[in-house]
């Protein structure tokens, strides 16, 4: 099939995704949409709850298998629209509407890049697409879900939006909750153990702490407190105080390493991570994948947002049309010349690496 025509039909499907209300958890409707793109393509396909995947034409078991993966969940508008999130409407080149950047462009580019390679016979690689539910509030019905019922996956692209760059490395997170503990009493008496008082010193704390292991291509990791609550009224000092911290761990550490540096450190009364398995990704750079990338002249980074790589265990790429600092933004947007190139860029990146 001609790269034009799956062009033309990625941002036709693309609109029509736009179109559909796909929150996450509620991607009925936009698992229907991909239904009917392989129907209308003759590709054999699986549904297992929202996910839509297929594997290429000639999959050999004997070879190594490729993922192409991306989402079609969504967030919630945010409250800064000022016009219709579930309107597709293309001005002065740009798609408007909600998921356009986040992924529904790479969603539709990975899905046409798969088509294109369907029916090939001599690649190196098994290729599997995987349109994926719930990767905005990492269900447990999305991309983890899946693994075990997809064939063995030895390497991914995951389709965000990294303007066609090669994110070759991404950090991982855990959230923890937090506590400082104090003597509950009125506040018109004298207290020396005023939990308030103490979480300021532990707030210090969390502001000048740092990890010691920086990672060439990640940085530092990052933590953050971002939530803090304590007291109920005027009068009364309470007996605790809660916090929220979100720590972004570069690939020097494990998510357990970290939890084990904090429990033993971190000058609070309890801490408890909310979940260790979003651990941080990579692919190595000598990697067919990246090679052929940075002929092409993509350029590598390292990013510091999560995405369904966290779940993953084989080396992975996180590449994309569409600008990460436009999701989860009002009036978010696409270009329609980044759909095009993004299908070109992975068309040529996959004809380098695996044919």
Not at 137 to 159: E, R, Y
Not at 295 to 307: A, E, H, N, V
Request: charged share 25%; hydrophobic share 35%.
């Amino acid at each position: 099939m001609k790269i034009s025509k799956l062009q033309n039909q990625a941002l036709e499907l693309l609109e029509n995704l736009i179109m559909t209300q796909s929150f996450s958890e509620e991607e009925e409707q936009t698992a229907t949409l991909l239904e009917g793109w392989m129907h209308d393509h003759n590709i054999d396909f699986e549904r297992d709850s929202n996910n839509i995947w297929a594997k290429n034409k000639y999959f050999d078991e004997a070879k190594p298998t490729l993922l192409l993966n991306s989402h079609h969940d969504t967030v919630k508008p945010n409250k800064g629209y000022t016009r219709d999130p579930f309107k597709a409407e293309i001005l002065d080149g740009k798609l408007f509407g909600l998921g356009s950047n986040d992924a529904g462009g790479c969603l539709v580019s990975l899905l046409a890049t798969f088509t294109y390679f369907y029916n090939s016979e001599d690649l190196t690689y098994n290729i599997i697409f995987a349109g994926t539910a719930e990767e905005e509030t990492n269900g447990k019905d999305g991309i983890s879900m899946m693994l075990p019922i997809m064939p063995n996956i030895d390497v991914a692209i995951v389709g965000e939006p990294t303007l066609m760059n090669l994110a070759v490395a991404e950090k991982g997170l855990v959230v923890f909750d937090a506590k400082v503990v104090g003597t509950p009493s009125h506040a018109a008496h004298p207290n020396d153990n005023n939990c308030i008082y103490k979480s300021a010193k532990a707030l210090q704390w969390f502001e000048n702490f740092k990890f010691p292991k920086l990672s060439e291509i990640l940085g530092e990791v990052k933590l953050t407190v971002t939530q803090i609550k304590a007291g109920t009224q005027h009068n009364v000092v309470p007996a605790d105080v809660d916090l929220v911290i979100d720590v972004r761990v570069n690939d020097r550490y494990t998510n357990e390493e970290v939890n084990e540096i904090l429990q033993k450190q971190a000058p609070v009364d309890e801490i408890i991570p909310r979940s260790l398995r979003l651990n941080s990704s990579s692919i190595p750079l000598d990697h067919e994948l990246v090679k052929a990338g940075i002929s092409l002249g993509m350029k590598t980074y390292g990013s510091p947002t999560l995405s369904d790589q966290a779940m993953l265990k084989c080396p992975s790429l996180k590449l994309g049309p569409g600008d990460s600092t436009r999701s989860h933004s009002a009036d978010e947007f696409i270009y329609v010349k980044e759909v095009e190139e993004g299908i070109e860029k992975y068309i040529k990146l996959l004809e380098k690496a695996i044919k």
